[in-house]
């Protein structure tokens, strides 16, 4: 078990940043959503939480829409269904961006993701922890000071074993491209084309990751220590992982052709 230790506002550089809010997609998480939006509230006064809720059976949206009426800072944005991780956070992304919030974070209700640890992806947002600001913050397992805690040996393989996968396979330096505690600029995500994005299991996860390294924008990894969930049931199965790693490798296939091509182009014009 973690202590909960990391408490309280932390004012200073970060005031640049300005609104935030944190999207939080739900599905059947009526025993974590109370929970986590009142250690969220409580790590960080200032920002707001709007909860995506996929009409959830339990009546999880409910919930939400009762954490709404007593706390201004708490939303809702209601779907038809459940549609898959990404169009959830597409859709809260979107509703964001109309509401006008400069910064737009992403996080698990499940408590996976621990909200007295955001500081750290918001400081380093903002360039607070003296190494420069950045477009895009990602709460990372694999940097060294990130754990896991509780997660079956097989499991942490599969992750590990994934994000070694993806960055040989479409060549890039991010250590958890899968992870889903992350905030980003406004700018960052209007310059990625979110209305191109097809991505609707945990792949988007790494789908936002390298349109923001192609778009030039800089990404920085900060570490977090990672729960498993102790209620309710997770979401990954095996079906999940195996469309991931199919759009994977079919990204990875692309890249490697564009680059060939880049290569050849290139070549050729250096012919006399």
């Known amino acids: 078990m ?3 230790d990391e408490t309280g506002p932390r004012p200073g550089p970060r005031a640049e940043l300005g609104r935030v809010v944190m999207v939080v997609p739900t599905f059947n998480e009526a025993d974590n959503l109370a929970w ?3 250690r969220l509230r409580a790590a960080e006064p200032d920002l707001h939480v709007l909860v995506v809720d996929d009409h959830s059976p339990d009546g999880t949206g409910d919930i939400a829409d009762a954490l709404a009426a007593e706390d201004d800072a708490v939303h809702v944005l209601h779907r038809a269904g459940k549609g898959g991780l990404g169009a959830a956070y597409l ?3 979107a509703w964001a961006l109309d509401a006008g919030y400069d910064v737009v974070g992403e996080m698990d209700a499940d408590g996976s993701h ?4 955001l500081h750290r992806l918001l400081d380093a947002l903002a360039g607070a922890d003296g190494r420069g600001s950045a477009d895009l913050v990602i709460g990372s397992r694999y940097v060294p000071g990130g754990s896991v805690v509780n997660w079956p040996w097989r499991r942490e393989a599969l992750s590990r074993g994934g994000n070694l996968y993806v960055r040989l396979l479409l060549g890039i330096s991010v250590r958890d491209a899968t992870a889903g505690f992350r905030v980003f600029r406004r700018s960052a995500l209007e310059k990625i084309d979110l209305a191109s994005v097809q991505s609707t299991g945990y792949v988007f996860q790494t789908d936002l990751v390298t349109r923001c390294l192609h778009a030039g924008l800089t990404v920085r990894e900060v570490p977090i220590e990672f729960i498993e969930r102790e209620r309710g049931d997770s979401k990954m199965s ?4 195996t469309e991931s790693l199919r759009r994977i490798t079919q ?4 890249e490697r052709r564009e680059q ?9 014009g ?3």
Do not use: D, K
Request: hydrophobic residues 35%.
């Open 2 to 4: 973690s202590t909960y």
């Open 36 to 38: 986590i939006v009142g």
């Open 91 to 93: 859709a809260g992304f």
């Open 114 to 117: 621990q909200p007295e640890q």
């Open 238 to 241: 095996g079906a999940v992982a």
């Open 251 to 254: 990204w990875g296939i692309s």
């Open 260 to 268: 060939l091509r880049r290569e050849r182009a290139r070549r050729a």
């Open 270 to 272: 250096r012919r006399p």
